[in-house]
């Protein structure tokens, strides 16, 4: 069942922009990761953030978790076209952690 | 690095016909999934297999089935492909370890069902 959802469905954003988006979920997690699609591709792992943890960061990747509002933000700054993808978040629940839930993911444009 | 590798990139099948999408991975990971992917709809697991001839229905596993003989291969097969099977098929793997909970995709299979 689909437990994450990703806001906004699109996003065009300017090359050196930030670009956020959002993703929501419904029940309590262990974990929360988010991951990056090239069109046509598999999807990449970008992140990983627990559930006893606030916030991360990963070269220019920046990853917020509010387990009280059930939600998630990943934020990209200073973006490359090579960015321009399609990100998915994905939870674990806590019964079962290697089974993930994804969103129908926020795509991304960067425009040179 | 963790390889995951897909039988094929694009298949084209007829409706009736049973078809078999392959996964195969280089290192010895328990854990292999089936996702398929359709638009707006993101990503959701048709079955997983957790160990050799070890099974476990995903959300969706409905006019599937799967094969686990050996640990490094985890087959999907579409017993009698239908037309609402035409979807991108996602294989992912978990590495054992600090790393388990990350997964790792396979390229993906584009199935066309005529």
């Known amino acids: 069942s689909q437990q994450g959802e990703e806001d906004p469905q699109a996003l065009s954003i300017q090359e050196g922009e930030n670009a956020t988006m959002n993703c929501s979920y419904k029940?309590?997690?262990?974990?929360l990761q988010w991951y990056r699609q090239n069109s046509g591709r598999g999807l990449v792992h970008l992140i990983l953030?627990?559930?006893?943890?606030r916030e991360k960061h990963s070269g220019r990747l920046r990853v917020t978790l509010d387990t009280s509002k059930k939600s998630s933000s990943l934020l990209i700054t200073a973006s490359r076209e090579a960015d321009t993808a399609s990100y998915f978040c994905?939870?674990?629940?806590?019964?079962?952690?290697?089974?993930?839930?994804f969103g129908a993911g926020t795509t991304v444009t960067v425009r040179a | 690095d963790v390889k995951v590798t897909q039988s094929s990139r694009y298949l084209v099948k007829r409706t009736g016909e049973k078809v078999f999408l392959e996964c195969v991975q280089d290192?010895?990971?328990?854990?292999m999934f089936w996702y398929r992917q359709d638009p707006g709809l993101g990503l959701r697991l048709i079955y997983f297999?957790?160990?050799?001839?070890?099974?476990e229905k995903g959300d969706i596993p409905e006019g599937y089935s799967v094969s686990r003989e050996k640990k490094e291969r985890f087959s999907l097969i579409l017993e009698s492909a239908s037309t609402n099977q035409t979807s991108m098929y996602l294989c992912?793997?978990?590495?054992?370890?600090?790393?388990?909970?990350?997964?790792?995709f396979g390229p993906g299979t584009r199935l066309l069902v005529l």
């Open positions: 029940t309590s997690i262990n974990n």
């Open positions: 992912a793997i978990t590495s054992p370890g600090t790393a388990r909970e990350t997964q790792y």
């Open positions: 297999s957790y160990d050799v001839k070890m099974k």
């Open positions: 994905a939870t674990a629940r806590p019964s079962n952690d290697y089974k993930l839930s």
């Open positions: 953030i627990r559930s006893n943890e």
């Open positions: 290192m010895d990971h328990e854990n």
